[in-house]
């Protein structure tokens, strides 16, 4: 018969008894152990005590650029991890060159959302999301004058725009 013990925070989940157990550690630890005594007929065997490490789970994070233009590349920035894995539902171009700062373009003004799921050096993992807003790209206007020539005379000046409308003067 085996007879499993751990120590807090570790809480034996399963297989009390047999040879083999599941332990779930609620928090990270650096003095955690596991202990095991068989039962036997014979003289007991001594206690075989086991250390056990918890590494904290990573805080995985995501920048968001700012301004957040349509048809303009942003660069994003994760954290927490040594391993990134990037989504981007609705972006029309996504350059994972560097996978800690993929370069984004949206082709369409609206909500989004993008989510990182990262992967530390103990092999532990953690996910974030952010929601993205992407708005109409910047207007540019171009002023094109008609010079007056004259004393007198009338003069106007002519705007265009890079495809926002409609365009209200004031």
Not at 105 to 115: M, R
Request: hydrophobic share 40%; net charge neutral.
């Amino acid at each position: 018969n085996y007879v499993w013990s751990v120590t807090p925070p570790g809480v034996i989940q399963a297989g009390q008894g047999t040879s083999s157990i599941t332990v779930k550690w609620n928090s990270p630890t650096l003095t955690g152990l596991v202990s095991l005594v068989v039962q036997s007929n014979c003289p007991p065997a001594p206690v075989t005590p086991f250390p056990v490490v918890v590494n904290a789970l990573p805080v995985a994070g995501i920048g968001v650029p700012s301004p957040l233009c349509v048809g303009a590349p942003l660069t994003f920035t994760g954290s927490g991890g040594t391993t990134y894995n990037w989504s981007f539902p609705g972006a029309s171009n996504v350059n994972l060159t560097n996978p800690a700062s993929p370069v984004v373009t949206y082709g369409v003004v609206g909500n989004y959302s993008a989510s990182l799921s990262v992967i530390d050096a103990n092999g532990c993992t953690a996910s974030a999301t952010a929601v993205i807003n992407a708005a109409p790209a910047a207007i540019s206007l171009t002023a094109t004058p008609t010079q007056i020539t004259c004393a007198g005379g009338l003069g106007s000046v002519s705007l265009s725009s890079n495809g926002a409308s409609p365009l209200t003067y004031a």
